[in-house]
């Protein structure tokens, strides 16, 4: 679909769009709404952590396709715009396979942005609020460059996540590719996979079965949660944002709850007979994170819009169909 503007140049309305990871959480959100704002819309995944199941409701869409691919290996496809959001995000997830996620990360950011390179694509890098490790400023700005621990059990992820990014603003300064860096803070909301040991869905599916809920070190350190509609806004706008926007972008809910709070929050809104149990702090756990988004609310005009106790209402209401409903017996297996 094309549009003729004023000047005359063409401006495409319906653009091809590749989303990586696109069977995974935020990716499945993200196909959704690109789908609804009229793109043609080419998922891969390799289902590491992905589910078909994710975006079944996706596979009759006339615009929509699905390929398996894992992005440590180079992909052909002619696209204008791609979002990278292939890796695992949870602690749990990519430490399970430290070396598969440093790959993932960083041939798969090679291998993309080989293709935007190619095909003259904007290329949009889902990077993460874990380059600043664990933050000595606070809130976390853009300009600032992190502590981060090289050699620690995290950082497979957020040292991958940090070369990500130096590959994505050396093919933008050595080959004028146009890229878009986001950096994502924690973000939840219906279809994140109920094993991941991600914190709110620990929480969640704790409470729905009453049992302890598993608050790691004094339950002090704290967190800023966005609904998963909030931050795939965002990263659309991002996308949309004139070229020379390139980032990198915080993008996250600036609301800073500790552990503790969020675990009284769910207990309140499970109405669960759960208890609070102590656990070791796992290592180089951030302290505290929450990010300052005045570079996206003056260049992007985005702000979250769901507060936390919406936003974890309609979690626990999607956790808890899925448990009605018997779902996730696929859970330890292939994740398809
Ligand atoms: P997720 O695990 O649900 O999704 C990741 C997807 O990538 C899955 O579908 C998985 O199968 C796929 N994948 C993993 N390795 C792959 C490979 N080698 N090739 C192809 N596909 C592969 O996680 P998510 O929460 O949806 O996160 C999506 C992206 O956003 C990730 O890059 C993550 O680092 C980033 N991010 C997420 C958050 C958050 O709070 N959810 C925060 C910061 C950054
Ligand atoms: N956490 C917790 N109990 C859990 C899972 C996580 O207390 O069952 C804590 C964890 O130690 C961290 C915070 O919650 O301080 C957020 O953890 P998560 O794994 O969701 O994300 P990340 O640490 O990557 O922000």
Same mark, same amino acid.
């Given at each position: ?59 009759? *869409? ?6 398996? *691919? ?43 942005? %080989?293709?935007? $390179? ?26 600032? =460059?992190? *502590? ?12 991958? $996540? ?9 093919? *933008? ?15 939840? %909301? ?79 809104? /499970? ?30 005009? =985005? ?11 309609? /979690? ?11 779902? =996730? ?5 292939? %994740?398809?």
């Amino acid at each position: 679909m094309t549009t003729i503007q004023g000047d005359g140049s063409v401006l495409k309305t319906r653009r091809r769009v590749l989303v990586t990871g696109g069977a995974g959480f935020l990716g499945s959100h993200l196909c959704e709404q690109l789908l609804a704002a009229g793109h043609d819309v080419l998922c891969a995944d390799n289902f590491y952590t992905g589910s078909k199941d994710n975006i079944s409701h996706l596979l009759d *869409h006339r615009f929509f396709e699905l390929i398996r *691919h894992d992005v440590t290996f180079p992909l052909y496809v002619e696209v204008d715009e791609v979002f990278n959001l292939a890796c695992p995000a949870s602690p749990v997830h990519y430490q399970h396979n430290p070396v598969q996620t440093v790959k993932t990360s960083v041939h798969g950011a090679i291998n993309m942005l %080989g293709l935007a $390179k190619r095909v003259g694509a904007r290329i949009l890098q889902a990077s993460t609020s874990e380059v600043y490790g664990d933050p000595e400023v606070h809130p976390q700005r853009e300009d600032y =460059w992190g *502590h981060t621990n090289p050699i620690g059990l995290r950082a497979c992820y957020d040292e991958g $996540k940090r070369c990500a990014e130096t590959l994505f603003f050396d093919y *933008h300064r050595q080959h004028q590719v146009p890229i878009k860096v986001a950096r994502i803070f924690n973000t939840y %909301g219906p279809r994140m996979h109920p094993n991941d040991g991600r914190v709110v869905s620990n929480f969640i599916m704790q409470a729905l079965r009453n049992e302890d809920i598993t608050l790691y070190g004094d339950g002090s350190q704290t967190r800023s949660f966005c609904f998963v509609s909030d931050l795939i806004r965002g990263l659309m706008a991002l996308m949309e944002s004139p070229r020379e926007l390139i980032g990198p972008v915080n993008l996250g809910n600036p609301h800073e709850f500790t552990i503790r709070e969020l675990a009284a929050l769910v207990i309140e809104l /499970t109405g669960s007979r759960s208890k609070l149990a102590y656990r070791p702090l796992p290592s180089d756990d951030p302290r505290q994170r929450c990010p300052d988004i005045s570079l996206a609310r003056s260049a992007l005009n =985005w702000d979250p819009l769901i507060p936390l106790r919406e936003g974890l209402t309609q /979690t626990i209401a999607y956790f808890d169909s899925m448990l009605g409903k018997g779902g =996730w017996a696929r859970i330890g297996n292939t %994740g398809e």
